[in-house]
Protein backbone atom coordinates (compact mmCIF):
# COMPACT_ATOMS: atom_id res chain seq x y z
CA UNK A 1 0.00 0.00 0.00
CA UNK A 2 1.11 3.41 -1.21
CA UNK A 3 1.91 5.82 2.07
CA UNK A 4 -1.26 8.46 2.48
CA UNK A 5 -0.41 12.14 2.40
CA UNK A 6 -4.05 12.70 3.60
CA UNK A 7 -3.19 12.27 7.40
CA UNK A 8 -4.82 14.86 9.50
CA UNK A 9 -3.53 16.80 13.00
CA UNK A 10 -6.15 16.63 15.71
CA UNK A 11 -4.90 20.83 15.82
CA UNK A 12 -8.12 22.17 14.38
CA UNK A 13 -10.62 19.50 15.98
CA UNK A 14 -14.08 20.97 16.92
CA UNK A 15 -15.31 19.89 20.20
CA UNK A 16 -19.20 20.33 21.31
CA UNK A 17 -21.39 19.82 24.08
CA UNK A 18 -24.73 19.82 25.04
CA UNK A 19 -26.50 19.64 28.49
CA UNK A 20 -30.31 19.80 27.28
CA UNK A 21 -30.52 17.11 25.37
CA UNK A 22 -28.79 18.28 21.91
CA UNK A 23 -31.32 21.15 22.18
CA UNK A 24 -28.13 23.86 22.62
CA UNK A 25 -24.61 23.24 21.62
CA UNK A 26 -21.52 24.91 23.03
CA UNK A 27 -18.14 24.98 20.92
CA UNK A 28 -15.51 24.51 23.31
CA UNK A 29 -12.84 24.64 21.26
CA UNK A 30 -11.25 27.16 22.17
CA UNK A 31 -10.75 25.86 25.78
CA UNK A 32 -10.23 22.15 24.44
CA UNK A 33 -7.17 20.45 24.27
CA UNK A 34 -7.57 16.73 23.98
CA UNK A 35 -10.26 14.03 23.21
CA UNK A 36 -9.51 10.55 24.35
CA UNK A 37 -11.95 7.55 23.15
CA UNK A 38 -11.64 4.45 24.89
CA UNK A 39 -13.60 1.43 25.75
CA UNK A 40 -16.05 -0.66 23.09
CA UNK A 41 -13.90 -3.87 23.51
CA UNK A 42 -15.88 -6.91 22.65
CA UNK A 43 -15.62 -9.99 24.74
CA UNK A 44 -14.38 -13.41 23.46
CA UNK A 45 -14.90 -16.47 25.12
CA UNK A 46 -12.81 -19.96 24.19
CA UNK A 47 -13.25 -23.69 25.08
CA UNK A 48 -11.13 -26.49 24.51
CA UNK A 49 -12.08 -29.87 23.96
CA UNK A 50 -10.61 -33.69 24.10
CA UNK A 51 -10.24 -33.95 20.28
CA UNK A 52 -8.63 -31.15 19.00
CA UNK A 53 -5.38 -29.14 19.67
CA UNK A 54 -7.22 -25.40 19.04
CA UNK A 55 -9.75 -23.99 20.97
CA UNK A 56 -13.45 -22.89 19.66
CA UNK A 57 -13.83 -19.08 20.07
CA UNK A 58 -16.87 -17.38 20.18
CA UNK A 59 -17.48 -13.40 20.11
CA UNK A 60 -19.55 -11.52 22.94
CA UNK A 61 -21.27 -8.66 23.60
CA UNK A 62 -19.73 -5.38 23.76
CA UNK A 63 -18.17 -3.13 26.16
CA UNK A 64 -19.43 0.52 26.78
CA UNK A 65 -17.22 3.64 25.49
CA UNK A 66 -15.55 5.83 27.44
CA UNK A 67 -15.19 9.63 26.22
CA UNK A 68 -12.19 11.69 28.15
CA UNK A 69 -11.97 15.61 26.95
CA UNK A 70 -9.40 17.96 28.08
CA UNK A 71 -9.91 21.40 28.57
CA UNK A 72 -8.39 24.31 29.16
CA UNK A 73 -10.04 26.04 33.43
CA UNK A 74 -11.46 29.43 33.06
CA UNK A 75 -12.96 31.36 35.72
CA UNK A 76 -16.31 33.24 34.66
CA UNK A 77 -18.47 35.83 35.47
CA UNK A 78 -21.41 34.22 37.17
CA UNK A 79 -20.31 30.70 36.68
CA UNK A 80 -21.34 30.63 33.23
CA UNK A 81 -18.15 28.96 32.40
CA UNK A 82 -17.95 25.63 30.77
CA UNK A 83 -16.50 23.88 33.85
CA UNK A 84 -19.22 25.31 35.63
CA UNK A 85 -22.13 24.07 33.19
CA UNK A 86 -20.27 20.47 33.38
CA UNK A 87 -20.13 20.67 37.37
CA UNK A 88 -23.82 21.19 37.39
CA UNK A 89 -24.44 18.34 35.24
CA UNK A 90 -22.02 15.84 36.99
CA UNK A 91 -23.91 17.59 40.45
CA UNK A 92 -26.94 16.86 38.84
CA UNK A 93 -29.44 13.89 39.71
CA UNK A 94 -29.75 12.80 36.07
CA UNK A 95 -25.79 13.66 34.87
CA UNK A 96 -26.75 13.51 30.95
CA UNK A 97 -24.08 14.87 28.81
CA UNK A 98 -23.79 14.74 24.86
CA UNK A 99 -20.36 15.22 23.71
CA UNK A 100 -19.48 15.17 19.15
CA UNK A 101 -16.76 16.10 17.78
CA UNK A 102 -14.80 16.18 14.49
CA UNK A 103 -11.00 15.35 14.13
CA UNK A 104 -10.91 17.47 11.13
CA UNK A 105 -12.12 20.42 12.55
CA UNK A 106 -14.60 20.14 9.65
CA UNK A 107 -17.75 22.51 9.83
CA UNK A 108 -21.63 20.68 10.32
CA UNK A 109 -22.58 19.51 7.40
CA UNK A 110 -18.72 18.80 5.82
CA UNK A 111 -18.07 15.71 4.41
CA UNK A 112 -15.61 14.68 7.41
CA UNK A 113 -16.85 12.49 9.79
CA UNK A 114 -17.69 13.49 13.41
CA UNK A 115 -18.30 11.16 16.29
CA UNK A 116 -20.50 11.35 19.09
CA UNK A 117 -20.90 10.21 22.47
CA UNK A 118 -24.75 10.74 24.20
CA UNK A 119 -24.01 9.04 27.51
CA UNK A 120 -23.80 9.82 31.60
CA UNK A 121 -21.00 12.19 33.16
CA UNK A 122 -19.19 10.27 35.42
CA UNK A 123 -16.33 12.05 35.95
CA UNK A 124 -15.29 16.07 36.81
CA UNK A 125 -11.58 16.69 37.65
CA UNK A 126 -11.65 19.96 40.15
CA UNK A 127 -8.73 22.20 38.74
CA UNK A 128 -5.26 21.65 40.23
CA UNK A 129 -1.70 22.01 39.12
CA UNK A 130 1.52 22.82 40.26
CA UNK A 131 3.04 26.99 41.13
CA UNK A 132 6.36 26.44 39.15
CA UNK A 133 5.93 25.82 35.09
CA UNK A 134 3.25 28.75 34.57
CA UNK A 135 1.31 25.77 32.77
CA UNK A 136 -2.62 26.80 32.01
CA UNK A 137 -4.81 24.73 34.69
CA UNK A 138 -6.51 21.82 32.68
CA UNK A 139 -9.44 19.67 34.36
CA UNK A 140 -11.18 16.66 32.15
CA UNK A 141 -14.22 15.42 32.27
CA UNK A 142 -15.48 11.55 31.14
CA UNK A 143 -18.68 10.71 29.39
CA UNK A 144 -19.52 6.57 29.76
CA UNK A 145 -22.29 5.76 26.83
CA UNK A 146 -22.91 2.76 25.02
CA UNK A 147 -21.12 3.46 21.55
CA UNK A 148 -19.07 6.32 20.27
CA UNK A 149 -20.89 6.70 16.82
CA UNK A 150 -19.36 7.81 13.97
CA UNK A 151 -21.71 9.91 11.34
CA UNK A 152 -20.64 11.86 7.96
CA UNK A 153 -21.65 15.04 9.38
CA UNK A 154 -22.59 16.89 12.65
CA UNK A 155 -26.40 16.60 12.55
CA UNK A 156 -27.01 18.79 15.54
CA UNK A 157 -24.27 21.36 16.10
CA UNK A 158 -24.84 24.59 14.63
Excluded at 67 to 89: C, K, N, P, S
Aim: include cysteine; aromatic fraction near 10%.
Amino acid sequence: MTQTTEGLAFTKAQVWISDDAKVTWFNISGVGAAVAPSGGERSAGEQNTFDGALPIVKGGDRASSTLTVRFVYTEEAADTGIFDMIRTVHASESPSLWVQYSPSGAPAGDTFFWFSADGVLINLTQPGGEAGPGDPILCEFVVKCAELAKDTASLDAV
